[in-house]
């Protein structure tokens, strides 16, 4: 790990709120309505910029809530500050989560102003979507949410979809590709519904769990490339550069180095690691909080960190998988998050999760070169196409369920 932290990527909270009520929503506190003052972003990157930790390109991510509940206006104010604070070595890319229930015109107008990577939460075709996501009232959200899609790509605004698979969509590789080429949908991210916080997902007890999974990713991954309207699938397209990297390049997961992911409440509470851990609480680790960013210095909450259980406990999981996993230089010591939900500790190794984020998709890349090479021996004069540039490493260091 580094000597000294390398900041990545800041998850900001606008706000717990969320206006929609998802059945397998892991956030413990989205009915509470407070948004982070302008102050508390101020101090936040005054901070970050300051201590010389960022990264050349910085990541902001502004999710663990509705973002586009607050104001496109707080979001101007906000960005425009951050402009004034960033040093000129360092790029500052943001990026929203969205549900996408509320993007009008106004919002594209600010996602194109300012580069803004949009993220939509959508779980496919109408009945597959309002299984999960729901309203307050309990009826379906996809009337809303793929007006939202339709807007954004009125107005030319690039973004991507995140669906969460349930146990009815991993069969149904060829609905969601079919649902995706008819609304112009071509940047695709696959989320597999899970165990964290208050949510028990009943779908990784079933069986054959990573059978299915890479069943359902084969026909999607295959059936999008040989479509040629599909021009990114995460799965594949990020796991790529960290199989086919320069010999002895290490594989970075921002995840488990100390505050290379930062998560910030919309009290200015801080933690890192796993995002998720944002608003939980456990009887050993207590809150997972560092400090808070309104009265301690990153120099503070970056010696609490390196001291806290929590580092100590996540750092022997990362060792124990560098020790234990075949996958270990690929995906770089795993979620701490999903550790300590499904194995009961941060100390752990393999979980469902690392099996389906990483393992799988590992798997099938292997078994397509694998394919191709046979077909390069039997060929007389092979001809080798040379890999697609590889995305750059915050990018390639994005855990997979972030934007």
Known sequence: MPAT???????????????????????????????????????????????????????????????????????????????????????????????????????????????????????????????????????????????????????????????????????????????????GIDQVCFNVEESEGDHVSSLFHGPALRQRYAAFLRTFWHEARHSGRVRFVREIDLTLPRVFRPEGAPTRNIQVEPLAMLNVDSHGNVSSFSPELLGLKNETYGDYLLGNIRFQSMAEIRDACLASPLYRDISEGVRACSTSCDYFSVCGGGAPVNKLFENGSFTGTETSYCTLTQMVPTDLILEAYDRLEKGWAAAESPVINPLPPLPSGQTAAQPPRMP
């Open 5 to 183: 932290p390398e900041i990545g990527m800041v998850v900001v909270q606008p706000t717990a709120f969320c206006n929609i009520a998802c059945t397998y929503c892991y956030l413990p506190d989205r009915s509470n309505t407070h948004v982070i003052a302008q102050s508390t972003v101020t101090r936040l990157f005054e901070e970050i910029f300051a201590s010389g930790w960022s990264c050349p390109e910085l990541i902001v991510v502004w999710h663990a809530g509705e973002p586009l509940v607050v104001p496109v206006s707080f979001y101007e104010e906000a960005f425009a500050a951050i402009d004034r604070l960033r040093p000129a070595n360092v790029v500052v890319k943001h990026s929203f989560q969205t549900n996408g229930m509320l993007i009008d015109a106004d919002w594209c107008r600010l996602f194109k102003q300012w580069n803004v990577g949009v993220g939509v939460s959508l779980d496919g075709p109408r009945d597959l979507h309002d299984l999960h996501r729901k309203t307050r009232s309990g009826k379906g959200t996809f009337d809303k949410t793929i007006a939202g899609v339709r807007t954004l790509r009125e107005n030319d605004v690039p973004f991507h979809v995140i669906s969460v698979l349930s146990k009815a969509s991993l069969g149904m590789p060829h609905d969601l590709l079919d649902f995706y080429i008819s609304e």
